[in-house]
């Protein structure tokens, strides 16, 4: 393994984010931290098919979008996040309820070795060998909402750590951002329950990224390929859904967001960047 590094307030590389708690923890901290504003995509281990699926088209996006994913290496919602991320080769923070050496669950090895062999950091507050104790976890999570400039709660049971993270964030002043679900669903019902106490209901892809851009600012990467992929000759505004990936609902609102941001105009039915 590589070397870790101790970082504390002050040093280069600090998370900017830890200075509003209200007392900033040392890290013990392997890989790269970045400057790049993060995102926080938590949720229940006990996720479904629909929520695994839901984290990591998030996960891909914020790559995309050039913004870092942060989140806790746990099983369901958070390893479907930082997987998305990583396989969009984007930048993932793992934050630790163990010592930096200490991978848990196990199985998530793969996951742990990609973020460091890429252009993420592994972090925690805990000495090197540190066990995975339970009642570390929450304490890890204040980390996490710190961290992070927004929350995002894909999937949460009544009870349970991604609750914990969404009320720590909003202590912070971090915006939360919820998926809303089936009434009945257990993995909708904490989520459901944020959005009626005020988080922003995360409606899909596009429209997490629309809202977070209020927060963060315009997403570099995004929208640098975006322009890329429009010739400068213009190209049908019936095609952007085929170059883009999405549909042409999702298409027609990226290209609203890009006209008023002034990088493209319309003649016609054609689209030029400018």
């Known amino acids: 393994m590589t070397e870790h590094r101790l970082m504390g307030p002050g040093d280069e590389g600090y ?3 830890l200075y509003d708690l209200e007392s900033p923890p040392r890290l013990y901290v392997l890989g790269e931290t970045t400057s790049a504003p993060a995102v926080a995509v938590v949720g229940t281990r006990r996720s479904t ?3 695994m699926s839901l984290a990591g088209a998030f996960g891909r996006a914020l790559a995309g979008a050039g913004w870092t994913t942060v989140s806790g290496l746990a099983r369901g919602i958070d390893a479907a996040a930082h997987r998305g991320t990583l396989d969009a080769d984007g930048e993932a923070v793992a934050v630790l309820g163990s010592g930096i050496d200490v991978i848990y669950p196990a199985e998530h090895r793969d996951i742990y070795h990609r973020i460091l062999d890429g252009k993420g950091a592994v972090m925690s507050e805990y000495p090197p060998g540190t066990p995975p104790d339970r009642w570390r976890f929450p304490a890890r ?7 992070a400039s927004a929350v995002v709660v894909v999937e949460a049971g009544l009870k349970g750590g991604a609750l914990i993270t969404a009320r720590l964030a909003a202590e912070v002043g971090r915006p939360v951002f919820a998926v809303p679900g089936d009434v009945d669903r257990p993995a909708s019902k904490g989520c459901n329950l944020l959005i009626r106490d005020g988080a922003i209901p995360a409606l899909g892809v596009d429209d997490l990224i629309a809202e977070l851009e209020l927060v963060l600012g315009k997403p570099p990467r995004r929208q640098a390929k975006a322009n890329s ?3 400068a000759t213009g190209i049908a505004i019936d095609d952007l859904p085929g ?4 549909t042409p609902a999702e298409a027609l609102g990226r ?3 890009m006209e008023i941001a002034g990088e ?3 003649s016609g039915e054609v689209v030029i960047p400018i």
Do not use: K, M, T
């Open 141 to 147: 999570n204040r980390l996490i909402a710190a961290i």
């Open 229 to 231: 992929e429009i010739p």
């Open 49 to 51: 098919r629909y929520g």
């Open 264 to 266: 493209v105009r319309r």
């Open 15 to 17: 998370p900017a984010g």
């Open 255 to 257: 290209l609203a967001r």
């Open 243 to 246: 170059i883009w990936g999405c």
